[in-house]
């Protein structure tokens, strides 16, 4: 069922020398290397060609093996293989190993690729076209400012096809320290790891930032009272430890965001739909991005009683960029910062970047579109967590920047050791701001890890130097870096320090509503707020429930 057969002695040896392989010898070993090979990218996969008399089945059963072509010895290749779980199937499109139902695309060899232009130029290669202009993927020559403005100018479209940070014609600077100072009102890091006000780490507080994802509701609410008791307060200057909440709009209780919020913790939005599509994100245009954050946003101020201007944060659905339809949004519509894009386990954690210049760091994901242009916006980097049960010894892993990935975490003793290491991590070498990202269900079925995690964050705070402190006062501290013999008096965190009293309301109103084209499995549903009732469901386009869609 295998085309395209070279010789086995020669593939045999060029598969064997590829560490780990070993065990797909004698699959690998009659495949043509150089026609699966020649001109593929290393980090991209495919699938081996049937015959033409293949029927779906024997698609079906190859579909959760896929092929990477790597390094072997005199700069040849080879040809490494994968394979899915059981019951998963590889998604050549999205690159990963997906829930067999979720993949349709078992008949496709090769990752679609788009046209792209002649650009950038190797060492020593000149170009065909004037002055600055750029040769088209179709042949004519196009302005180079004509590239990535989100308008096919080419008559193939591949001047939008290299729209990436280290692509983009028309990219951002790459950080200069010289020229940008601290005391000039600029501050930028060439990799990402340099302190604000060049302080040293000891005079450095460690932030550390505990978010969650999703909808608040009556469950998991109580979660949270749990891991943000008033009695956890961060030594260091007597405030109450505070977390960040990314709501989803879809089942989200109002009345206990308004409670959150009157406590301290910091609201931001991470969409009204949360489509589970991640290319929705990814092609999404800025008005689009605009009704679903800003819709979220506005939902958020009118039924959790949130004065306009606070809620400035948002994290995009799926771990999905929007590149730079979604950050002129950002900037158009007022928002401070995104958290989002998620930086890989490098030698050191990175700090927080504004997008004035280029990113400090890879663009991490398949497919992934992160922003190339200059913007006034905060990125919150999500930094991927070390998982390894012992740092020292284990070999390395890739790292998951949200808790819920760190599959191999089992039991509370691993959660806890996990925990400790990764803050040793960050507080050992440059203080960078700690992320703990969750999302929102993830205790509500794991309640020895509860247990765990908040006795961890009792005993953090209280250990001295450790802050449970907001996205929004993470920048706070970035733009008046304040030494740790100071932050007693840090005003930026003294807002809420410590909050007291009953909620607003202890009866909400449950706002009942039916809307079966975008809920058909829910009879009805229920939005619970202190205010007044919509007419209908917010939702896309209506955020406010006035009646404006026909649901």
Not at 201 to 223: K, L, S
Not at 421 to 450: C, I, M, Q, V
């Amino acid at each position: 069922m295998i085309r395209r057969v070279t010789t086995p002695l020669l593939a045999l040896f060029l598969v064997g020398y590829a560490a780990g392989q070993a065990q797909n010898l004698f699959e690998t070993a009659e495949l043509d290397v150089e026609y699966y090979c020649n001109g593929r990218f290393e980090n991209e996969f495919f699938r081996i060609e049937l015959d033409p008399e293949a029927t779906d089945e024997d698609y079906n059963q190859k579909c959760g093996e896929y092929y990477r072509c790597i390094p072997a010895p005199g700069g040849k290749k080879a040809l490494s293989k994968g394979t899915c779980q059981t019951s998963m199937a590889f998604d050549i499109k999205l690159q990963i190993c997906q829930i067999r139902r979720e993949v349709k695309n078992c008949h496709v060899v090769n990752k679609p690729r788009d046209p792209v232009p002649r650009w950038p130029l190797l060492d020593g290669e000149q170009s065909e076209c004037p002055g600055t202009d750029i040769q088209c993927g179709s042949g004519e020559c196009m302005p180079k400012d004509r590239f990535c403005d989100n308008h096919p100018d080419c008559a193939d479209g591949s001047d939008e096809n290299i729209c990436t940070p280290d692509k983009d014609p028309n990219r951002a600077d790459v950080c200069d320290p010289r020229s940008c100072r601290w005391e000039k009102g600029c501050f930028c890091s060439v990799d990402g790891t340099r302190i604000p006000g060049d302080l040293i780490p000891a005079q450095t507080p460690q932030m550390i930032t505990v978010t969650f994802t999703g909808a608040v509701n009556e469950r998991n609410f109580r979660i949270f009272q749990d891991i943000f008791k008033d009695t956890t307060k961060n030594k260091g200057n007597d405030c109450t430890a505070k977390g960040t909440f990314f709501l989803s709009h879809a089942f989200t209780n109002y009345s206990a965001v308004q409670e959150l919020h009157r406590k301290g913790h910091e609201i931001a939005v991470n969409s009204i739909t949360t489509n589970k599509d991640p290319y929705y994100w990814t092609n999404l245009t800025a008005a689009d991005y605009e009704a679903e954050m800003d819709g979220a946003r506005l939902i958020t101020e009118a039924f959790a009683n949130i004065s306009s201007g606070e809620i400035l944060g948002l994290r995009v659905p799926k771990g999905r960029v929007g590149g730079n339809q979604q950050f002129q949004m950002m900037v158009d519509w007022g928002f401070l910062y995104d958290s989002s894009i998620a930086a890989p386990l490098g030698r050191l954690p990175l700090w927080p970047y504004t997008l004035m210049h280029r990113m400090p760091h890879k663009c991490l994901g398949t497919d992934q579109n992160c922003p190339s242009r200059n913007f006034t916006v905060w990125e919150m980097v999500m930094n991927e967590l070390d998982r390894r049960d012992d740092p020292q010894f284990d070999e390395r892993l890739t790292g998951c920047h949200y808790v819920d990935q760190c599959a191999n975490i089992n039991d509370p003793k691993q959660f806890r050791a996990f925990l400790e290491h990764n803050l040793a991590r960050h507080y050992s070498t440059n203080r960078a701001p700690l992320g703990l990202h969750f999302t929102a269900a993830f205790f509500e079925t794991r309640k020895d890890f509860l247990k765990e995690f908040v006795s961890w964050v009792s005993e953090t705070a209280k250990s001295g130097d450790y802050y449970f402190v907001t996205m929004q006062q993470v920048i706070n501290w970035m733009e008046l870096p304040t030494e740790i013999a100071a932050i007693q008096n840090f005003g930026e965190w003294k807002g809420k320090c410590e909050v007291q009293g009953l909620p607003y309301c202890s009866l909400p109103n449950p706002c009942p509503s039916k809307v079966p084209r975008l809920f058909p499995h829910e009879e009805q549903m229920f939005l619970h707020t202190c205010e007044e009732c919509p007419r209908t469901y917010p939702w896309l386009y209506d955020p406010l429930g006035n009646g404006y869609n026909d649901f």
